[in-house]
């Protein structure tokens, strides 16, 4: 096995190795980002509002089905981790191969799925007419390369569970120059508008699958495809689907709901929807330091379970939670002072920025809740509970959100009311997060020998 990229959280010091891991992973949650707002940036300014409204309404559905399998990634990390962090070099390949083999079927079957799928997807979300066909056409492209960007995430979980979060953050970076190059030669040069946008994505991101599938080749003796091992490790599959399941219905419900808190905005005409949009992705570059470190959280108490440290792991996820708060509070801080300048950046229709600014100075202050979110479900996790996490979500982001915005825009029909339901929906969540840690904290951590 290459040894050169990977970080064992069981052994060593302990806040060079966090460091080490986190930077690539909020990088790349960086970067990812940065090619889809490079999408918006490109069709915002180079379109106009109608084509870039449409493209935030088909980001909001594939979320939904991208989220799955991310969420679905948490169950690869956490098994593939248990493996490394108990040096069962013979049971680290075949897990690694069952566990990518079986979210490959998986994931060509979505994709299907979602491309029959995209115009009742859209209707469902009352996609406004004068942009429907655009965004059926974007939508039905971005379906099609969703096993790639399935394969590029069970990959990437895979690999950090073995403590290399770099390589996927390298080959992020490469595919996403490609990706940003092709936006303005398809879109700018040759003038393929919304449909040049759908198409850099998917070679991006077969590109991007493709370079991961190689690096877990040169990562892990005998990796590749044996789908007859599926089969034969049903006790294995089992496994990983039971713990990646749970999150990945998380992240897909939560996707669905966020459908619903768009058919919302879409009430509000094309200058809602572009800067809410605009926002939306913003706000992804504020979630990173929280997603980052509870990812990290994750890892690190796998690896520890496998190798029976448990103290180690507490001692270390204590430093990520001091460390993920610190840069979240900084963060928000420099987007509240700069949001009109950060809005700008993507148009310059005054409209559009004003609602931009104005969700972003709204949302802005809160962010550090999600730190505290990201960190305790980081715990349950890793622990190998991901139901926990997704019965608090789902109440949190899903229930109490859509109970909010009934009952408020009833009250007040205005778009700040959508502003505002997700920061408080933040705070539920985070709440309940840390009051079942707090009720379970005697049972976490323990050494499960």
Known sequence: MNRSRRIDFTQGAIVPAIVAFVIPLILSEAMQNLYHTVDSLVVGRLLGKDPLAAVTICTQISNMLIGFFTGMSIGSSVVVSRAFGDKLGGDLPRTSRVVYNFSALLGIVLSAAGYFLAAPLLRMVDTPEEIFSGALAYLKVYMISLVF?????????????IGDSRS?????VFTSVIHIGMD???VGSMGMGIMGVATATFIAQGISAVMTFLQLKRSIDGFGFRYSEIRQNGLLVHQFV?????????SALISFSNMFVQRYINGFGTAVISGAGIELRVDKFMNYPGKSFGNAVTTIISQNAGARTPERAKKAVGYCIKMSVGLSVTLSALFFVFAPQIIGFFTDEPDVLAIGTAML???GPFYPFLAFREHYVGIMR??????TPMILNVIGMIV?????????LRIWHDPRVIYW???TAWIVTAGLSVAYYMLKRNEFFRNEQ
């Open 149 to 161: 960007i399935i394969l590029y995430n069970i990959a990437s979980g895979i690999l950090r569970a």
């Open 168 to 172: 996927p953050f390298y080959i992020l």
């Open 184 to 186: 303005f030669l398809f």
């Open 242 to 250: 039971s713990i990646g399941l749970p999150s990945g219905f998380q």
């Open 361 to 363: 100075r709204v949302l």
């Open 382 to 387: 890793g622990h190998g509970d991901t139901k």
């Open 400 to 408: 109490f959100r859509q109970i909010f915005l009934a009952i408020c």
């Open 421 to 423: 339901c997700y920061p």
